[in-house]
């Protein structure tokens, strides 16, 4: 039975009510719990001051640029390391690199091990007020929300993740504005 449906679109595969029944049992259980604290949907969006991290306050090493990509933009990097705060999951920078007018490649630079992670560009926000943000996140929270469609591609609206230890991205949720940015954001 295949279930590479599970956190996509694709629909559960039907159990017949016997495997159902012992499948349940013996496997859902134990994570009954763990399921049950997950904050429901109806709550809203996810909250910055759900994912509380601390911020690393050590001695920050110097970027690893061992691509060419990365060597290319080093003076970008270097003065983020050298005059930026942390500003997202506890201990990186979110260092943006234009892609376009209305187009933000945000990327982690790790203050720790100086390691560049890139994941996807965000754009098409359309008419936006002066004091919008395309990529939204707070120094001391794991939560961080890009703006947009990614990869100029699927829906245009609020994309909800949770930055890992390893600078990784976890996909929460994603609200389909249409594109209207104009509401005031809820994840504060």
Same mark, same amino acid.
Request: proline content about 5%.
């Given at each position: 039975?295949?279930?590479?449906?599970?956190?996509?679109?694709?629909?559960?595969?039907?159990?017949?009510?016997?495997?159902?029944?012992?499948?349940?049992?013996?496997?859902?259980?134990?994570?009954?719990?763990?399921?049950?604290r997950l904050p429901a949907l109806a709550e809203?969006?996810?909250k910055f001051a759900d994912h509380k991290v601390?911020?690393?306050?050590?001695?920050?090493?110097?970027?690893?640029?061992?691509?060419?990509?990365?060597?290319?933009?080093?003076?970008?990097?270097?003065?983020?390391?050298?005059?930026?705060?942390?500003?997202?999951?506890?201990?990186?920078?979110?260092?943006?690199?234009?892609?376009?007018?209305?187009?933000?490649?945000?990327?982690?630079?790790?203050?720790?091990?100086?390691?560049?992670?890139?994941?996807?560009t965000v754009s098409n926000w359309g008419e936006?007020?002066?004091?919008? *943000?395309?990529? $939204?996140?707070?120094?001391?929270?794991? !939560? /961080?929300?890009? =703006? #947009?469609?990614?990869? *100029?591609?699927? $829906?245009?609206?609020?994309?909800?993740? !949770? /930055?890992?230890? =390893? #600078?990784?991205?976890?996909?929460?949720?994603?609200?389909?504005?249409?594109?209207?940015?104009?509401?005031?954001?809820?994840?504060?």
């Amino acid at each position: 039975m295949n279930f590479s449906g599970v956190g996509t679109d694709q629909a559960m595969p039907v159990l017949p009510r016997d495997l159902h029944e012992s499948f349940a049992s013996s496997h859902c259980r134990r994570d009954a719990d763990r399921v049950l604290r997950l904050p429901a949907l109806a709550e809203g969006p996810p909250k910055f001051a759900d994912h509380k991290v601390k911020v690393y306050t050590g001695k920050r090493a110097k970027p690893r640029l061992d691509h060419e990509f990365w060597r290319d933009r080093s003076e970008t990097y270097r003065w983020a390391m050298e005059d930026k705060k942390v500003n997202a999951g506890g201990r990186y920078i979110v260092v943006i690199l234009p892609c376009g007018t209305e187009c933000q490649a945000p990327t982690f630079l790790d203050v720790r091990s100086g390691r560049i992670t890139q994941f996807f560009t965000v754009s098409n926000w359309g008419e936006v007020s002066d004091d919008f *943000e395309p990529v $939204i996140s707070r120094p001391d929270s794991r !939560l /961080i929300l890009f =703006r #947009g469609k990614r990869n *100029e591609k699927g $829906i245009n609206g609020n994309h909800y993740y !949770l /930055i890992d230890d =390893r #600078g990784q991205l976890k996909h929460l949720s994603t609200t389909d504005n249409g594109g209207d940015f104009s509401a005031k954001l809820k994840a504060e």
